[in-house]
């Protein structure tokens, strides 16, 4: 008897233990409302979906507004949107798969799949491992190379990625310090493809997508099955929201830093694979990849310094990247997430594994961080019962409000000058030529009409007039707008004024990071 109470005793303390630590969980219904309030409150927004699983299920997938502004098709939650850096997520499971069928182990070195990869010494090459390709601690910086892949129709090849390593200066001693990188995934997608004898694209779509289930998603624009059901990206342009052309893209490197395109609805597919340890199907009956795979995904690799700010209602006193993934402690609880964004488009995964819960938000807008932003926080506040009393979306609307006014400061008082000096004589054919860079390859300075012009020969769209901005320095303003990435072109000259090589930076403080004009080294060819 005294056994049989304690037990009822035992039971009772887990009961109410358990419901004092139960934590909120939204309805689909309430879910739907906040997205149409931050909606409204955000103006920039053109098409969006979301998808929300919780406890085994998607307990809400739904899209909102148009797949492109002038059209009259509404987003499902079966729109593909592209997922970005998303995709790395899926590279890494690709790689995993292939550790568990015994192909590759996540120490083999790079070189012994890739011969002729070469990187800025020959320590780094000889003990690059295919972790390496993941983790961002290469030593090199942020976004370096990333001209080659944007704007996105550029006629690099994969060859073009795996000479380039050699010719970057790294910034820190290998495996020090994270900086993010795209390159090195594709040369993780070119293993991928050289171990299986498949396309990263193939072997992706038929051991993945596929086995999910995920019939609304692609490894690349090129097998999409239908240009017309996916959403168009958008720019603005002078303020005013356009379509940009999603038609184009490099298909002579692979899609393994960002090609994906995946519905919300696949996308929450993908997710509950992830919160069920890489099992999925009916009665979790078959395996995507090993456990042990996961939790070598979900281990940080790499650390990322984070101050923790302590007046944030999150706290974080961790922070790292895994494999493909972001990896922190929020709140006491694991928080696995990415971002992704391309021209016109965000993605944010977040999962958060011991409540079972995990979301995607997709966006087809330029400025639509914001947005993802606040409908991001506004769930963990909610399914993780943090209690900030925080309205997300009014705070949403501020720092929209507030972004809305910002003047970019440089690149106004550059263009000023410009302006001011439009009328300074110069030789032109002190500058008319043709330059190279080890990796990024040749670009031309030539005379149009009058006006010094700047073309790239594997970049086509980085064309643009160069307009006088002070002593050898000349700001181009490209035809390519789709982003904000007008640059300044500064030539060094010989004795007898004759130009012999070109240094460039981005104009905007705000300009991303993947336009790394400042790694270019151009030196004149040919006859002086």
């Keep these: 008897m005294k056994i049989f109470k304690n037990q009822i005793v035992f039971s009772l303390l887990f009961l109410v233990f358990t419901l004092t630590t139960l934590h909120a969980q939204m309805t689909s219904q309430q879910i739907d409302s906040l997205v149409l309030r931050a909606i409204e409150k955000i103006d920039y927004t053109v098409g969006f979906s979301i998808g929300v699983v919780k406890d085994g299920k998607i307990l809400h997938a739904k899209g909102y507004g148009l797949t492109e502004v002038n059209s009259n098709t509404n987003v499902t939650e079966h729109t593909p949107f592209g997922i970005a850096s998303n995709s790395k997520a899926f590279t890494s499971a690709a790689l995993a798969i292939l550790v568990d069928q ?10 012994d799949h890739i011969p002729e990869f070469k990187m800025y010494n020959d320590y780094v090459t000889n003990n690059f491992t295919i972790q390496d390709l993941l983790t961002h601690r290469s030593g090199l910086a942020l976004g370096v190379g990333d001209l080659m892949l944007f704007p996105n129709d550029s006629d690099f090849t994969i060859d ?3 000479n380039s390593f050699q010719y970057f200066k790294p910034i820190s001693e290998f495996r020090t310090k994270f900086e993010y990188d795209n390159l090195l995934y594709l040369v993780a997608g070119e293993l991928t493809a050289r171990v299986t004898s498949q396309t990263w694209e193939t072997f992706v779509e038929t051991n993945i997508l596929k086995p999910l289930g995920m019939t609304n998603s692609s490894g690349s624009l ?3 099955l239908n240009y017309e059901t996916l959403a168009a990206p958008h720019g603005f342009i002078n303020d005013t929201i356009v379509a940009l052309n999603n038609k184009t893209s490099n298909n002579k490197m692979n899609g393994a830093a960002g090609g994906i395109w995946a519905s919300a609805t696949d996308m929450s597919q993908w997710i509950l694979t992830q919160l069920n340890e890489g099992k999925y199907g009916t009665d979790l009956k078959n395996t995507l990849f090993s456990l042990e795979q996961q939790q070598e995904m979900w281990r940080i690799h ?3 310094p ?13 922070y790292g990247y895994g494999l493909g993934w972001m990896v922190s402690d929020f709140n006491g609880f694991l928080h696995i997430e990415h971002s992704g964004l391309i021209e016109g488009m965000t993605s944010d995964v977040v999962i958060i594994p011991e409540l079972e819960f995990g979301f995607v938000l997709l966006n087809n807008s330029e400025k639509s961080v914001i947005l993802n932003g606040l409908i991001m926080y506004a769930l963990l506040d909610e399914f993780l019962d943090l209690n900030t009393g925080i309205n997300w979306v009014e705070m949403g609307d501020k720092r929209q409000k507030r972004q809305n006014n910002n003047i970019d400061t440089i690149t106004e008082s550059v263009w000023q000058q410009v302006e001011t000096h439009k009328n300074t004589t110069y030789n032109k054919d002190h500058y008319v030529g043709i330059y190279e860079d080890n990796w990024f390859g040749k670009v031309e300075i030539f005379n149009n009409n009058g006006d010094l012009w700047f073309k790239s020969f594997k970049s086509p769209r980085l064309n643009g007039k160069l307009q006088f901005y002070k002593d050898q320095t000349f700001a ?7 982003m904000n990435a007008d640059a300044l072109a500064t030539f060094t000259l010989d004795q007898k004024g004759k130009a012999q090589s070109i240094t460039m930076k981005g104009i905007s403080e705000f300009i991303d990071f993947s336009f790394d004009f400042q790694d270019l080294d151009l030196r004149r060819i040919g006859v002086n």
Excluded: G, M
């Excluded at 181009?476 to 789709?482: A, C, L």
């Design 306 to 318: 984070r101050q923790t700010d302590p007046n944030s209602p999150f706290k974080s006193h961790f």
């Design 160 to 162: 073009d990625v795996l």
């Design 476 to 482: 181009i303003k490209w035809e390519y707008q789709d």
């Design 302 to 304: 790499t650390i990322i």
């Design 102 to 111: 015994d192909k590759i182990t996540w120490t083999d070195k790079v070189i």
């Design 222 to 224: 090129f097998t999409a």
